[in-house]
């Protein structure tokens, strides 16, 4: 049985997800998106579907070789059917199927739970998604942006074509905030589906919002959006401000792994000491930029308080959003934090550290690491 994935696109086709979906975390992000993909193959008059392992990996555009994914997908399957979202799932002659029995290729049978409350989803802005992914061989999870970015589509859902999600609600989806900014970037500047801006806080200087609308829609979009920040009372900051807050994240990650260095055992008495001075120049430097604009040398804690021109506050602002952006999401399995490694390097000392760390994770990561050179599946 062959169906060809491209003919089935169709930028008016929409997918249905009922209003509560996108923030309930009994239904995993893996769950969600299969829920999504199987759609495409389900006729709702009948109540029936008809798809395939190998057939969703391929909505997602990923090479069959892929077993991390093949996995992921088992897992969604696994989450709709404990959910009975997923139900009345057969083989093609209606016979009983195990899925740790089942094989990729094999095609089966389902219904599913149809929401009488929902909202759309463009089912040609998800293959988008997936597309973009495939071609620049980002390691992002397909997964956790499919569900941010269904979360988007909830809050647009409404006839201003306008919306938010508070910081709360979007950690409680995607937990770390540099990958929130990077997904959005994606969806804005890379995908053109819709437009962010998240640069109003609160009169207490709390970021709260990112205010979404889609793509192109500019006029409708600064109207809701002039409105709404006017009716929350939030207020703009600048480019020096976020600038200075980027800077501030950045020195709060460095404090966080150089704390995680205090963990190790086998530290003595003179690294428990450099390490601790190390937390206490951070913490400094954090503390001193609330009323400076901090400057990084080669020397971490070295604090200056210059007078620049807007021009040069916009170009140290692009950089270091560039830098948020570009950074890859954190892969648990092989521990690719590149950006950790490269901190954890600055000095004799952390070089010693990261070594025993990366011995500790290699011992750790051997007592549960799968042989994936036959298909277990």
Not at 9 to 21: E, H, Q
Not at 223 to 246: F, H, M, R, W, Y
Request: with cysteine; charged share 30%.
């Amino acid at each position: 049985m062959s169906i060809n994935v491209k003919e089935m696109n169709d930028k008016k086709i929409y997918l249905k997800v009922d209003n509560s979906w996108y923030i309930n975390n009994k239904i995993t992000n893996e769950g969600l998106t299969v829920y999504c993909l199987l759609q495409k193959t389900f006729n709702v008059a009948r109540n029936i579907g008809t798809s395939s392992i190998n057939l969703i990996r391929e909505y997602l555009m990923v090479n069959k070789k892929n077993d991390k994914i093949i996995l992921k997908i088992r897992e969604g399957i696994t989450n709709l059917l404990d959910n009975k979202i997923l139900y009345n799932w057969t083989g093609l002659h209606d016979e009983e199927i195990k899925l740790e029995d089942l094989k990729n290729d094999t095609f089966f049978t389902y219904s599913l739970d149809v929401p009488e409350t929902y909202f759309k989803v463009n089912d040609y802005n998800l293959d988008k998604i997936f597309k973009y992914l495939a071609d620049t061989k980002s390691n992002i999870s397909k997964f956790d942006i499919t569900r941010y970015f269904i979360a988007i589509c909830r809050v647009l859902n409404s006839q201003a074509d306008f919306g938010w999600l508070t910081q709360t609600s979007a950690k409680a989806i995607i937990v770390k905030s540099e990958t929130i900014q990077r997904y959005n970037k994606i969806l804005q500047d890379k995908l053109k589906i819709v437009q962010y801006n998240n640069s109003f806080v609160t009169e207490e200087k709390h970021y709260c919002t990112t205010f979404f609308g889609w793509y192109g829609d500019d006029v409708n979009f600064n109207s809701q959006l002039k409105n709404e920040v006017n009716s929350q009372g939030l207020i703009q900051i600048t480019k020096e401000q976020k600038a200075k807050s980027n800077n501030r994240r950045s020195i709060t990650q460095k404090i966080n792994i150089t704390q995680k260095k205090l963990d190790l055992d086998n530290l003595d008495t003179n690294q428990l000491a450099e390490l601790q001075e190390q937390i206490k120049k951070l913490q400094e430097q954090k503390s001193n930029d609330n009323n400076k604009i901090v400057t990084e040398s080669d020397d971490s804690s070295t604090v200056t308080e210059t007078k620049k021109t807007q021009e040069q506050i916009d170009k140290e602002y692009e950089q270091q959003e560039e830098k948020f952006d570009t950074e890859e999401d954190i892969d648990i399995e092989e521990h690719n934090n590149t950006w950790e490694d490269e901190v954890l390097k600055e000095d004799p000392l952390s070089q010693y550290l990261n070594e025993q760390d990366k011995q500790k994770r290699k011992a750790f990561d051997s007592m549960f690491t799968k042989d994936y050179t036959v298909n277990p599946f």
